[in-house]
């Protein structure tokens, strides 16, 4: 049977907060560590029947960024649905979200905030 992992590698401050955060994979072509600002993972726990979730981002992580972050998983998740389910309605109302959350994202830019 063939493995595969992932390996998060987190630095933290006094306070815990993250100042580095670096990952590899065993799929990944070099192998190597890569830096990230944010990472967002979710794991479905089956005998609890609800999600856990590690979402983390570091000091340097500039808010108007982690918003489009946020808006991108959104949208990889829509493709998921529609890819692992078929579900086309949920799909499309998760996109529809996905435009409404980035016409945001533009009007906040363009007022400089």
């Known amino acids: 049977m063939k493995k595969s992992d992932i390996k998060f590698t987190i630095e933290l401050d006094k306070e815990n907060i993250p100042e580095k955060i670096m990952w590899s994979a065993t799929e990944k072509p070099d192998g190597a560590l890569a830096e990230t600002k944010s990472i967002s993972v979710s794991l479905w726990d089956h005998e609890q029947m609800n999600t856990m979730r590690i979402d983390l981002w570091t000091k340097e992580m500039p808010v108007d960024q982690m918003k489009r ?10 493709q998921t649905i529609l890819n692992s389910t078929g579900d086309e309605f949920m799909a499309t109302e998760m996109n529809n979200l996905c435009e409404k959350l980035a016409e945001h994202l533009r009007r906040e830019a363009e007022q400089g905030k």
């Not at 972050?69 to 829509?78: E, H, K, N, Q, S």
């Open 69 to 78: 972050f946020y808006v991108d998983c959104l949208g990889g998740m829509a």
